[in-house]
């Protein structure tokens, strides 16, 4: 998953604003599912994060070319934990862990759905 | 409808992103609504920008407070049309002509709902 | 220049939050510039907005990828003038005339540097 | 620190999108600096979030007032760590620890400088 870095994901600082290292995570996230021919909202609810642990190692900024790497850390009944890196190059720019949960349509937190299960199995 | 730069809102070129000055105005639209204890997602739909006209006329940047002064042009049955100037202090920074349609629930313009046609009058 | 929708592009409403087609056509406009490997922000200046129309044909939504297609209307020694129209397969779903003028550092409208001159005429 | 929600902080899923929080912490900081006369962004350098720890407890959505309290957890020669919740009324929506360390001219991670150290006395 490679992102480009546009103007509006730098701030005045003249680097990326920090929060959208976790849009570029969600990107990816959301780009497993749609590399199947699914998609994040399932009939049955949707994940969201739960928690995360973030480091910005270091800064980049406006044309450079990043990628996303994604590994499962930890798989449960009700959660899923995700390792995701963003490299330019071989250079690691951003690291997090990221605990994702299971929200039903009226937005309470459920264990997975079958359906969630199976897309699970399918995307790790 | 005061609103104050922050970091999100600039990009590298040290001023604000251009695409903020539409958010800006949209916080102005929304706030219209819950000025008067209401919400601009309604029972029966919602309101979606059908066109616009734009000019950037000055910069602005971080820690600024900019405001923005909301005039109904035009209503019609099934769209109305606003100006929205967003001014620092006495100087004009942007300014926007928007046209609005209503939205139903499957996502097709349609002529306002009673709800919605009342809202608008209490609005303007 | 492709896009895919994601979550951070949509709002409560289920589709693109109306200011982010203005992201995507500015994203469009940088990748012309990294394309012919170089970038929107010259030594001697940048591009900024100086006016736009735009109209918002249809609605997207999550996981659609669009394509943004991008021609240069009108080059004048100060100023020039795209046209900016987002298609989903063959569907128009967004269009817009954009005026971008060129700021030197100080943040003033100048004339085209003779660098930004070649470039621009490198790009269209 | 109030921050109200609007359309752009929300997503398909009818919720804020997580990262948004992200953003509504960091205007919560830059207001502190504005509170008293000064800004971020030194004659120095500049602050940067170095790592955070973030969970996300209840979702929220548009219209909603939510304020963030900032509290100092801990403050060293080179970073300070800060400890931002996000209520909603008496009920707490997130909670994040975040390190910040200072950056000067070229980007790099330096001890605080002078202007650095008296405007974080005056600050907590």
Redesign the interface.
Known sequence: MKI?V???D??????V????Y??FC??AR??LF?NIGS???LESG?F?????????IK?S???EMLEVKTTLLQAKSASFTLEQIIYRGSEKVFSMNIKLVF?DHE?RVSRFSSEAKELLERLF
């Open positions: 480009r546009y103007y509006e730098t701030d005045i600082g003249g680097i604003y920090h929060a959208n976790l849009k969600e990107r959301s780009e749609f998609s994040p909202i949707h969201v994060a739960s928690s995360l642990e973030a480091k910005f800064s900024t406006i044309g929200l937005n």
